[in-house]
């Protein structure tokens, strides 16, 4: 939008982002052993990409000529875990790779 305000603040928040993005995944592939999703920083980890892809994807939607395409991007991107939590829960063999805690909580 035009309010320089909201659009700054935007910035910031993207750059935070992008910072804890980096540092997580080097502290991540340092350490992780086996699936990083089995790791408490790996899903972190990809929350922060998802938030910053949508970030990107609605900061300047309003005066793009493709405004519609980045919307519908970002339902994509916004809806695309709890789509790939369903797969992963419906899956039988995923569910079996699953850690113990994470078999018992649902």
Same mark, same amino acid.
Not at 10 to 34: E, K, N, R, W
Not at 71 to 90: D, E, G, M, Q
């Given at each position: 939008s035009d309010n320089v305000f909201w659009r700054s603040l935007c910035d910031l928040h993207s750059a935070g982002c992008i910072v804890g993005t980096i540092a997580l995944a080097c502290s991540l592939f340092a350490y992780? #052993? =086996? &699936?990083?999703? !089995? #790791? +408490? +920083? =790996? /899903? +972190?980890?990809? =929350?922060?990409?998802?938030?910053?892809? %949508? $970030?990107?994807l609605c900061r300047s939607s309003a005066k793009s000529p493709l405004g519609g395409v980045r919307l519908i991007a970002a339902i994509v991107v916004a809806l695309f875990p709890f789509v790939s939590w369903l797969y992963i829960y419906v &899956?039988? +063999? $995923? /569910?079996?790779? %699953?850690? $113990? !805690?994470?078999?018992?909580v649902i």
């Amino acid at each position: 939008s035009d309010n320089v305000f909201w659009r700054s603040l935007c910035d910031l928040h993207s750059a935070g982002c992008i910072v804890g993005t980096i540092a997580l995944a080097c502290s991540l592939f340092a350490y992780a #052993q =086996g &699936n990083i999703l !089995h #790791q +408490e +920083e =790996g /899903r +972190e980890l990809f =929350g922060l990409v998802i938030i910053t892809i %949508w $970030m990107s994807l609605c900061r300047s939607s309003a005066k793009s000529p493709l405004g519609g395409v980045r919307l519908i991007a970002a339902i994509v991107v916004a809806l695309f875990p709890f789509v790939s939590w369903l797969y992963i829960y419906v &899956n039988k +063999e $995923m /569910r079996a790779s %699953w850690p $113990m !805690h994470c078999k018992t909580v649902i």
